[in-house]
């Protein structure tokens, strides 16, 4: 089972969920010469896609009943969940040797849950989380983690190579989501020193930008400080990963670890520092707001600067 040695016009794919990063990533395969169908909860977030040649189908259902290799992209494993084994989800529509491909952000339980039902079918699933945000999916640079069956993994290697910069495959169902809870519990952490760092320079006076040039290409550097604390400086909190979404990974990272026996207490301190974001009905921002809520434990207003 997979796609190997197909050519992309001959492999019709579906895509669920067009948000800040689903439409960018539907629109390089579209661009490597894949015919899509698409669907999500609000049809005009798709209407780029749709404008481009995409076809629309009316529920995740008939989304596979069209194509032979079903990428989702939402926002809860309960979402994950209803557009894939819920009544008129994916696997109802799949007839037998399709492939679906998830790349939201899930629960690792739930990819296998997944799996297991997907094979029952004659189907193939794969759990593939992404790290990079909206600009990875914009430009194509995303670092892609992936669960499943090794075969059916390579199969798809165009497709990961058309979206991503990185793609590694961890092992079984669930290994993608695992990873990516590495992923977000080493952000997690990180994010609180960016924001620290810069508000000490605010603090002593120094000019922000300037700080950048010294300390983003030395040992402090990462990928949080040169994409996100640009943005914070900026004052632009538009999303490119939502609050919401932040808090969600960690939640599923903590009771993975409590159920591992693991204690993780920079991630719980982090989540802590989101959840007062989502209090404050900052949820929809993007995760570099964390600098507001840190300012303003010291009563600053960061965007007074």
């Avoid at 809870?181 to 760092?197: F, K, P, R, W, Y």
């Avoid at 719980?268 to 995760?287: V, W």
Wanted: hydrophobic letters at 45%.
């Amino acid at each position: 089972m997979g796609i190997e040695g197909r050519e992309p016009a001959d492999v019709p794919i579906g895509w669920i969920g067009t948000g800040v990063m689903g439409a960018s990533m539907c629109g390089h395969l579209m661009d490597a010469g894949h015919p899509a169908t698409v669907h999500t909860r609000t049809r005009a977030k798709a209407e780029g896609l749709l404008s481009r040649g995409a076809a629309w189908a009316d529920s995740p259902r008939q989304v596979a009943e069209a194509s032979d290799v079903i990428f989702t992209i939402v926002g809860y494993p309960a979402d994950v969940r209803e557009v894939i084994l819920g009544s008129d989800g994916a696997l109802a529509g799949c007839g037998g040797g399709e492939i679906i491909v998830d790349m939201t952000t899930s629960e690792p339980s739930l990819a296998v849950e997944i799996a297991e039902a997907a094979a029952a079918r004659g189907v193939a699933a794969v759990d593939a989380p992404v790290s990079g945000g909206d600009v990875g999916a914009r430009g194509g640079t995303l670092s892609i983690m992936i669960g499943g069956d090794a075969e059916v993994v390579t199969s798809l290697e165009p497709c990961w190579e058309a979206m991503g910069r990185t793609w590694v495959h961890q092992g079984g169902p669930g290994a993608g989501q695992h990873t990516k809870m590495v992923n977000q519990t080493l952000i997690a952490a990180g994010m609180i020193s960016v924001c620290e760092g810069l508000l000490y320079a605010w603090q002593a006076g120094l000019d922000l930008e300037t700080v950048m040039e010294s300390v983003a290409s030395g040992a402090a550097g990462s990928w949080s400080l040169s994409n996100l604390g640009t943005r914070m400086i900026a004052g632009n909190f538009d999303p490119g990963f939502f609050v919401e979404h932040f808090v969600k990974d960690m939640g599923i990272a903590l009771a993975e670890a409590d159920r591992m026996g693991l204690d993780l207490p920079g991630l719980r301190l982090a989540r802590g520092f989101y959840e007062s974001l989502m209090a404050a009905d900052r949820g929809r921002l993007g995760t570099q707001s964390l600098i507001l809520a840190l300012a303003e434990l010291s009563e600053l207003d960061w965007t007074s600067r």
